[in-house]
């Protein structure tokens, strides 16, 4: 028999991860809710899923919602959290709120597993790359729980097990935020081409078959490897990679990466 999966929020990390997932729709009756009931229904349109509204009670003029039983995907922005009033104990919950640990997941929804990820953008092309941790209010170790909790995460991505709730934090400088900060490197280097005569339209198509061909090769080499086989000794691409050190990409790099994770872990609750 289907769980019911209940997604409180529609912006879009929702619509990342519902868009196409067949995963979802195959495993879950799937529930979608939020403030806004019509930017729910334009949620479920977008994303091609087969989903209903849940349409909560209120209390204390908050939205109060029965998550007895449900497997949850909370996907609002971390105040969001305060929005709501849930009652029940869930199964599991899913939490993509940067900043809000699973002891203030806990102290507003009762459920027997919390999870907490940080997917990104990607998942909307089922290339996610999401770090989480797990913790289990049941008594037994429950390696069922832990293939279905995988499963549910890998149907957006490649999901990676991080060992303390903190390194969900650290892990936006690898992958939470650092799409933003690949799309950068892309503009430059389109930016680049047109500098160096190309058209708008052929940098960029050349950029994206960089990246999408970086990507691939990346899959089977290291990083090094892939910038020593293309610099040849006193050769072109090795001044180019002398400007970059030379200006300090690199560090700028790891210091914004740490700056947006430190942004994350000080405005923690
Ligand atoms: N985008 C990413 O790459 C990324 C990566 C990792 C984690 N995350 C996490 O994903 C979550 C959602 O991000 P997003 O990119 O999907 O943002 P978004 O597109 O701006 O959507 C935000 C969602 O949160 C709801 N919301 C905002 N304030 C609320 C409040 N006070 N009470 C109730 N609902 C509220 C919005 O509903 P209304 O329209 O009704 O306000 C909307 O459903 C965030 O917690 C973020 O930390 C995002």
Redesign the pocket.
């Known amino acids: 028999m289907k769980k019911t999966l209940l997604v409180?929020?529609?912006?879009?990390?929702?619509?990342?991860i519902l868009t196409h997932n067949d995963f979802i729709v195959s495993h879950f009756n799937v529930l979608l809710t939020?403030?806004?009931l019509q930017?729910?229904k334009d949620?479920i349109a977008k994303c091609c899923i087969e989903a209903q509204i849940y349409t909560p009670q209120y209390a204390d003029s908050k939205p109060l919602l029965d998550i007895q039983d449900s497997v949850i995907l909370?996907?609002?922005?971390?105040?969001?959290?305060?929005?709501?009033i849930f009652q029940g104990k869930a199964q599991c919950v899913y939490?993509?709120?940067?900043?809000?640990s699973i002891e203030a997941l806990d102290k507003q929804m009762k459920s027997c597993h919390i999870v907490r990820?940080?997917?990104?953008?990607a998942a909307f092309s089922k290339n996610s790359a999401t770090a989480f941790y797990h913790k289990s209010y049941t008594q037994q170790a429950d390696s069922k729980i832990n293939a279905e909790i995988l499963a549910f995460l890998e149907s957006f991505g490649k999901a990676v097990s991080v060992d303390n709730e903190a390194l969900i934090e650290s892990s936006?400088a690898t992958s939470?935020?650092s799409?933003?900060f690949l799309a950068l490197i892309a503009e430059s280097l389109i930016d680049a081409g047109i500098l160096e005569g190309l058209t708008h339209a052929q940098s960029q198509d050349l950029v994206k078959q960089t990246f999408l061909g970086f990507a691939t090769e990346l899959a089977t080499k290291s990083p090094s490897e892939l910038k020593y086989a293309i610099s040849s000794p006193g050769g072109t691409t090795i001044r180019g990679l002398a400007i970059l050190e030379e200006l300090g990409v690199r560090g700028a790099f790891i210091k914004a990466a740490h700056t947006a994770a430190k942004h994350?872990r000080d405005s923690k609750k």
């Open positions: 409180i929020g529609y912006g879009n990390m929702a619509k990342a939020g403030r806004d930017k729910a949620c909370l996907c609002t922005k971390p105040k969001g959290l305060d929005s709501f939490s993509v709120l940067a900043g809000v990820l940080m997917p990104n953008i936006i939470g935020s799409i933003a994350a």
